[in-house]
């Protein structure tokens, strides 16, 4: 078996990229607040902090930052993707198991990046919050709801036309 090699830096903060099995699938934002009620879950029980996040229908995208003397980033995302689950059966969504007995619906792995430097850290994040425009969800960053581009918003960490405004995309062409 492949050992896969991680970056574990107690402390750290990190990207992630996270992905369904199928590509096709939409559970992610169709049952989102069966998944946010996982992440806040583990969230409590192993304390970090959501730097960004933004949920597509069939992946995710988000930036962590862990506590000092911690960098076990793996047992949360197991303990997400596991509530998350049984969630989805609890609720009478049709998940079959692998051959190991597990539901199927996650991809097995995850992309991890370890943030090196605050430019690093606001390249992430600018990214994770870009993320629906990039993928044709919809044409500026406001406009999907699925995201901590809100909140960010109103710390006044962005502004609401933050990446392009409605006026900058008509006048491209993309709008009515």
């Not at 990190?14 to 169709?30: G, I, K, M, P, Q």
């Not at 699925?146 to 960490?157: E, L």
Request: glycine content about 6%; hydrophobic content about 35%.
């Amino acid at each position: 078996m492949v050992q896969y090699r991680r970056n574990r830096v107690a402390g750290g903060t990190y990207f992630f990229t996270v992905t369904l099995r199928d590509r096709t699938a939409r559970c992610l934002v169709e049952r989102i607040d069966d998944l946010k009620l996982s992440v806040q879950t583990v969230k409590r029980e192993r304390p970090f902090r959501i730097d960004a996040m933004v949920v597509l229908p069939e992946h995710l995208h988000t930036v962590w930052s862990l506590p000092p003397d911690d960098d076990d980033y793996a047992g949360r995302w197991r303990l997400i993707k596991a509530r998350f689950s049984r969630a989805l059966v609890k609720a009478g969504v049709g998940l079959r198991r692998n051959d190991k007995g597990e539901y199927d619906l996650w991809q097995r792995r995850y992309w991890e990046h370890t943030i090196r430097d605050e430019a690093d850290l606001q390249r992430c994040v600018d990214y994770v919050h870009y993320n629906p425009v990039k993928h044709g969800w919809v044409k500026q960053v406001h406009q999907w709801p699925y995201s901590t581009f809100h909140r960010d918003v109103a710390k006044g960490i962005y502004s609401q036309d933050w990446a392009g405004s409605d006026k900058e995309t008509d006048d491209k062409g993309y709008g009515e």
